[in-house]
């Protein structure tokens, strides 16, 4: 099946930093990826869809600016959170559509804000 | 609203057991469902989906059938095995062009030998 990487796998960063989280389609053009995230022990929740060379659509609650997306290319699209604070930490998820309309999921990457 | 509800885990089976995840959902219109495992230390990977009532989706032993009526979409299995344990998330999508996907809160399924 198709694969979609994410790097880095974790990351730990101060409080009042930014960090960027790049998800990328190996083998398949995406011309929409999505950005999630996931609580321990809750499920992915959509924070955002984003389109190839067009502006992010977010979800309602998910704050455009702190959490800025950049999808400049068909194999990658880049999740930064600005000013990130401890309840910025999580395991954030992105994955890529192909042309059939299948998703295919990241391995995650979980951010520790200190 | 749309949502999905799943039951809890962890589930510990015996290598052999019959398996049953319950999901029940939420939706306006007519949703697609579907079940994503997730090995350790790996994405998301899509094992079944129906898209519409009565539809059975099937993979890998692994079965689960749309019903409208109880809004249901069970996951089930007759034989598992020690490579099945991994998480599993229900989920749905309500439809339209973003194809976006509402998901359960997944559910842990360790199969011991």
């Known amino acids: 099946g198709a694969v979609v990487s994410q790097h880095p796998s974790w990351v730990i960063c101060k409080s009042g930093t930014s960090v960027k989280i790049e998800c990328r389609s190996l083998?398949?053009?995406?011309?929409?990826m999505f950005w999630y995230r996931q609580f321990p022990k809750q499920s992915l929740m959509l924070m955002a869809t984003s389109n190839e060379g067009s502006k992010a659509t977010y979800e309602q609650g998910v704050e455009k600016d702190k959490f800025l997306i950049n999808h400049a290319s068909l194999t990658l699209s880049t999740l930064t959170v600005t000013s990130a604070h401890p309840e910025d930490s999580s395991f954030y998820i992105c994955?890529?559509?192909?042309?059939?309309?299948?998703?295919?999921f990241g391995p995650g990457t979980r951010l520790t804000v200190t | 609203g749309n949502s999905v509800t799943q039951m809890e885990g962890p589930v510990t089976l015996s290598e052999e057991a019959f398996l049953t995840i319950n999901c029940t959902y939420t939706?306006?219109?007519?949703?697609?469902l579907f079940w994503y495992v997730q090995y350790p230390g790996e994405g998301l990977q899509l094992l079944l989906k129906?898209?519409?009532?009565?539809d059975k989706g099937s993979n890998k032993g692994f079965e689960a059938t749309y019903r409208k009526e109880t809004t249901s979409f069970h996951l089930e299995k007759g034989s598992v095995q020690v490579s099945d344990s991994a998480v599993y998330f229900c989920a749905l999508s309500p439809g339209g062009a973003t194809n976006k996907l509402i998901f359960g809160t997944g559910t842990l399924l360790a199969v011991q030998p």
């Open positions: 083998d398949f053009q995406a011309t929409t």
């Open positions: 939706a306006t219109g007519y949703p697609s």
């Open positions: 129906a898209t519409k009532a009565d």
């Open positions: 994955s890529g559509r192909d042309y059939n309309y299948e998703q295919y």
